[in-house]
């Protein structure tokens, strides 16, 4: 079983493959979310990619190692250019964010290997610890986390 404790999350028990370089795809097979890039300041640590949710195409920062998941979006006031992070496993599983240590109230999809919705959250800011701060459960399996300012995370399913 995947914990996943986060903001944007801080992965506790969970030794995941990182994203590469441009021709990486942390999904493997599902060919799901190709990692585009390195992340422009001061998201430099971050991947970056290309992909769409209900049609919508969005640019977002990539965490695809624990480290990555561990920050998350934690501290982070402005996404500048970014419309949001997606946390990418390359296996499913279920997993549990928190919002510790985030200045933004953002809007949370879980998405299987097929793209598909699995649950969808509101989440709020949280001045408390992972341990104290309200935990956000996937609710099912997924593969794909997609968090985005409140009120701005399309419906649909990723990459359609």
């Known amino acids: 079983m995947r914990i996943v404790i986060a903001v944007g999350a801080v992965a506790l028990a969970v030794a995941l493959t990182g994203c590469g370089d441009s021709t990486s795809d942390p999904t493997g097979e599902s060919g799901l979310f190709p990692v585009t890039g390195t992340a422009d300041a001061p998201f430099e640590d971050f991947g970056e990619a290309g992909v769409s949710v209900g ?6 920062l990539v965490a695809a190692t624990p480290e990555q998941r561990s920050q998350g979006l934690r501290g982070v006031e402005d996404l500048d ?3 949001g992070m997606a946390f990418v496993y ?5 997993a549990t964010f928190t919002m510790a240590d985030t200045l933004i109230s953002l809007d949370i999809g879980f998405y299987d ?4 919705l699995v649950n969808r959250l509101e989440m709020e800011p949280c001045t408390g610890t992972d341990a104290t701060c309200p935990g ?6 997924f593969l794909v986390a997609v968090e985005m300012p409140a009120g701005e995370l399309p419906e649909g399913s990723l990459g359609g």
């Not at 390359?90 to 279920?94: D, I, L, R």
């Open 55 to 60: 049609g919508e195409p969005l640019r977002l």
């Open 81 to 83: 250019d970014y419309d």
């Open 90 to 94: 390359p296996q499913p599983g279920p």
């Open 113 to 116: 290997g097929a793209g598909d």
């Open 136 to 141: 956000y459960p996937s609710g099912g399996d």
